[in-house]
């Protein structure tokens, strides 16, 4: 089940379980010492019913004893002489013993084999049961022997009447509230902490998380502050870096392309030109790619279809052969120039190394998340599964078309993957059936909105 793959959900399962099996033991134990109770009670009840009637028996004269018993209540005993069979000896129930501690050693009592057929009955589901019963010989201090058949009490059922279910159905909501509780409360700080992560891969200059609660949680929270400001450090310290010596190597560079416009052999200057080119188209990506480690750009609401049409747009003005089919409406959080400088490159690098490049959007589903996916598919030999996952590395090149004499420089894809980690997304590479390769930039739909 989803519930139980989530850590809140465990901790909600355990707590249940726990709470529920004591309370079935508790319950268990209770109804046990209650039923021992009542039956108890209920015994001496019987007992000193049987006294009552054996002592208001044995205190009337012999001739008013019949008239007593057709008066008297039957109080669950059936009273009767008899004579012969309390002269013999049987072994005595406890029933029998109990009676006789009670009456004293003036009566003697003895224990009676039962006849079925005399015991009491009962109707049931329009049938007729008789009841176990228990006979009893009790010996009067005139000698009259009499015959008691008594029902014993039948054992106590747990209450099950509307109230007590009513009752049992409050108690475990109140127990699956206050475990739901106590499940989120505790996992509230790790998903806090979850959250805060996944900001922080999106946006290094995210804002620290709150140092309160427990005190495991404030040292959790404050190692996790200081992480993000070591790689908050640490990132500022290399974008900048690259920045800047990305930046000061373009004055020399500039100065020396003029003086190498000044030497007489045009092949050599042709030559030395053209590795200065590449040389300063190096340090423009270089430069990129320090732009597309830099959160700072904020992020905002965004059409992604007409961002979409205006690269295109640019592209096919520029001579590149771009086609594009958009869905309208789709509105994506994004920063808007990382977001176009992504998305130019990949284009850039569809046609280059592919001739063309076929843009589309489509809703998609990634790990059971809906996504927003944009492909884009060119007509090029496509990329070995075993280098798909290498071409993000930086300055990482193919010994095929996609190498430094075709123009590359293996930062492209190293840019447009940092930028789309930067907006909760990814880059997929897959060669299409026949030729060429489609690039994937999946979007989470969490950051967009549905249709107007």
Known sequence: ??????????????????????????????????????????????????????????????????????????????????????NNIYPESDYAKAVSEKLGKSFHVTSIPTDPNKCPRQSKDNNVIRLPCETLGIVLHDGTALRLVVTPPRLVQPPLNSDFIQYIALFLVSIAVLAYAIAKMAMRPLQQMAEAATALGQDINSPALPETGTSEIVQATRAFNAMQGRIRHHISQRTHMLAAITHDLQTPLTRLRLRLEKVNDSELR???????????????????????????????????????????????EAGQNVTFTGIPGITVLARPQALRRCLTNLIDNAVKYGQYAKVSMSMAKDDSEDVLKVSICDGGP??????????????????????????????????????????????????????GLEVSLILPIQATSSKV
Not at 2 to 12: A, D, E, N, T
Not at 402 to 420: K, P
């Open 1 to 86: 089940m989803k519930i139980l793959s989530s850590m809140w959900g465990r901790v909600f399962a355990v707590l249940m379980i726990g709470m529920l099996s004591s309370t079935a033991l508790t319950g268990w134990l209770a109804f046990g010492e209650r039923e021992k109770t009542l039956m108890d009670y209920r015994v001496t009840h019987y007992i000193e019913r049987t006294e009552q009637m054996a002592r208001a028996l044995d205190v009337l004269p012999t001739a008013s004893r019949e008239s007593f018993l057709a008066t008297a209540p039957p109080m669950g005993l059936q009273v009767a002489s008899t004579a012969a069979e309390t």
């Open 382 to 435: 496509g990329i070995p599964v075993e280098f798909q996952k290498k071409v993000f590395e930086p300055f990482f090149r193919m010994e095929t078309s996609r190498s430094r004499e075709s123009g590359g420089t293996g930062l492209g894809l190293t840019i447009a993957q940092n930028i789309a980690q930067q907006h909760g997304g990814k880059l997929q590479l897959a060669n299409l059936p026949e030729s």
């Open 270 to 316: 042709d030559k030395l030109i053209g590795d200065l080119s590449a040389m300063q188209m190096m340090i423009r990506e270089g430069l990129d790619l320090a732009r597309s480690m830099d959160s700072s750009e904020a992020l905002r609401p965004l059409d992604i279809d007409s961002l979409l049409d205006s690269v295109c747009s640019d592209a096919i």
